[in-house]
T-cell receptor, first 113, second 113 residues
């Protein structure tokens, strides 16, 4: 049981480039989410999904797209990277939406130059 | 919208000493409260959560927290810390109706010999 996996671990982009952060879970969880972590700001919710084919915006969705074609995968796309998107990105999953324990991936550290 | 405040950005403590990490949340009719721990270069891991019932909640690694509705607090305590407890600790709140999980800014616990 790998839990929640994220790739890549580190990434450096130039302003304007696009990329996809990958997230996968093998626990058959319905709920998945993406957070960004910035110093002094804790974690902020970017997008979430309550099941395959269903996504919604979180607190800071601008500049990011998501899709959920399978239960297992929830990729996060940066359309045109900006320096303000330099952050550590965490993917999380839980059995269902609500108070179920969320399991976090190890994170992706992204730097946008 | 729910919010949570962690007043202490950093708490230094000596090994085997007791520690309390403070968390206050914005009031609501019903809330669910969580403490997560993040060890260096890792994702977040659930320590404990309060959903209902007894106001004293016991978690993993000897940590416990007390839900105090009158003071809107959910402070985390451990009677005797170890070097391995050095990590960042996040308090989080979820409002009734299974709203999104909102994280505090985190408290870095530094345990020294």
């Amino acid at each position: 049981n790998a839990g929640v996996t994220q790739t890549p671990k580190f990434q450096v982009l130039k302003t304007g480039q696009s990329m996809t952060l990958q997230c996968a879970q093998d626990m058959n969880h319905e709920y998945m989410s993406w957070y960004r972590q910035d110093p002094g700001m804790g974690l902020r919710l970017i997008h979430y999904s309550v099941g395959a084919g269903i996504t919604d915006q979180g607190e800071v969705p601008n500049g990011y797209n998501v899709s959920r074609s399978t239960t297992e995968d929830f990729p996060l796309r940066l359309l045109s990277a900006a320096p303000s998107q330099t952050s550590v990105y965490f993917c999380a999953s839980s059995r269902v939406r609500g108070t179920d324990t969320q399991y976090f991936g190890p994170g992706t550290r992204l730097t946008v130059l | 919208a729910q919010s949570v405040t962690q007043l202490d950005s950093q708490v230094p403590v000596f090994e085997e000493a007791p520690v309390e990490l403070r968390c206050n949340y914005s009031s609501s009719v019903s809330v669910y409260l969580f403490w997560y721990v993040q060890y260096p270069n890792q994702g977040l891991q659930l320590l404990l959560k309060y959903l209902s019932g007894s106001t004293l909640v016991k978690g993993i690694n000897g940590f416990e927290a007390e839900f105090n509705k009158s003071q809107t607090s959910f402070h985390l305590r451990k009677p005797s810390v170890h070097i391995s407890d050095t990590a960042e600790y996040f308090c989080a709140v979820m409002g009734g109706g299974f709203q999104k999980l909102v994280f505090g800014t985190g408290t870095r616990l530094l345990v020294s010999p």
